[in-house]
């Protein structure tokens, strides 16, 4: 992912605010065993983005006096939140690579994954503890989403329910809402007024599903080249995915063959190539997209209630950045 920035002043800052966070992390993966050290670092040092620090120093940067340790922290705290949800999911999933390496499951086992996610938890929620009690009745509340998204993902829409709806439902659950505080915590801890703060939050939240949606998208529509990715995953295992569900939304007789298909899982090469095949030429595509760039602009909507300048338009440039992406 780009750094979304225009002012090289800027961009020099957050490069340095990075480095310093990578080394929190670093710190905070250890443990009193060399053991736990060693699973926790795993994971962690394996390349992610660092997508939520990012947004929590560019969200700082709203505010106009940041307090840079409790920012930087606030970063940690989310950071530390998300690879221990990881640990979990690949528990869940039943995955055996992420970011190119063994996933702590595959690795080990699921009680070291799973009591390795606890561990990384619990040290987040120690460095919440020095932000003070408002930062950790937020950091409560988004522990309790992201477990209710992941929740709701192991369960059908309920009777009547929109299935589309129940599905940006989960997303927004288990992918928007710590992206949402990690805008929240950059924004408080700058003494951004308050309106600033919420729109600072609705903005990551809607950003954080759009950046899940746009996973969505690439499954089917990428090459692997370019996606460093298998084309289909989602499909293969019949994960539901935003273009499958709207064009599970069809009416037209034409999509008979692909709606026989979709939503179970395509064990079967041929049936897999045909399904893939079928959805990359079906007007889900670019409904999909469209509801992706629709939601970025929402976002950017909200950030008129920061100032223009530098910082907006990085913010602004983030969201088209994450709607736009092709890996
Ligand atoms: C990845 O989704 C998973 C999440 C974004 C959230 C997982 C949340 C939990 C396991 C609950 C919280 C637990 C703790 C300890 C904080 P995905 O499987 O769709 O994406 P992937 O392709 O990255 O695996
Ligand atoms: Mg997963
Ligand atoms: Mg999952």
């Not at 288990?174 to 915590?185: M, Q």
């Amino acid at each position: 992912l780009a750094m979304p920035v225009v002012d090289p002043a800027l961009e020099e800052r957050l490069v340095e605010r990075l480095a310093r966070i990578e080394e929190m992390l670093a710190d905070h993966c250890k443990g009193r065993a060399q053991f736990v050290s060693e699973a926790a670092t795993h994971l962690m040092m394996a390349g992610g983005k660092r997508f939520r620090p990012l947004l929590v120093l560019l969200a700082a940067e709203a505010g106009p006096h940041p307090d840079a340790d409790a920012v930087d922290t606030a970063a940690c705290v989310v950071e530390l939140t998300h690879v221990a949800s990881l640990y979990h999911d690949d528990v869940m999933d039943e995955a055996s690579l992420r970011r190119g390496a063994h996933t702590a499951n595959a690795r080990w086992d699921n009680n070291v994954a799973i009591l390795t996610g606890d561990f990384l938890f619990g040290r987040s929620s120690e460095l919440t503890a020095e932000l003070g009690p408002e930062a950790v009745l937020i950091q409560a509340r988004t522990f309790t989403r992201l477990v209710e998204g992941q929740i709701m993902e192991t369960v059908p829409p309920g009777p009547g329910e929109d299935p589309l709806e129940h599905y940006l439902d989960v997303v927004a659950g288990k992918t928007g809402s710590l992206i949402a505080t990690s805008a929240r915590y950059g924004a408080m801890f700058s003494g951004a007024r308050p309106e600033v703060v919420e729109a600072l939050s609705s903005y990551g939240e809607i950003v954080g599903s759009a950046f899940q949606l746009t996973d969505d998208i690439l499954d089917i529509a990428s090459e692997s080249d370019t996606s460093g990715k298998t084309p289909g995953t989602d499909l293969r295992e019949g994960v539901p995915t935003l273009p499958v569900l709207m064009a599970q939304a069809s009416t037209d007789p034409a999509d008979a063959r692909l709606l026989s298909l979709l939503g179970r899982p395509l064990v079967d090469d041929a049936e897999h190539a045909e399904a893939l095949e079928l959805l990359r030429r079906h007007p889900a595509i670019d409904q999909a997209r469209g509801h992706v760039l629709a939601e970025a602009a929402r976002a950017k909507k909200l950030l008129e209630a920061l100032d223009p300048g530098p910082v907006r338009t990085a913010l602004e440039s983030f969201a088209d950045i994450v709607a736009t992406r092709t890996s």
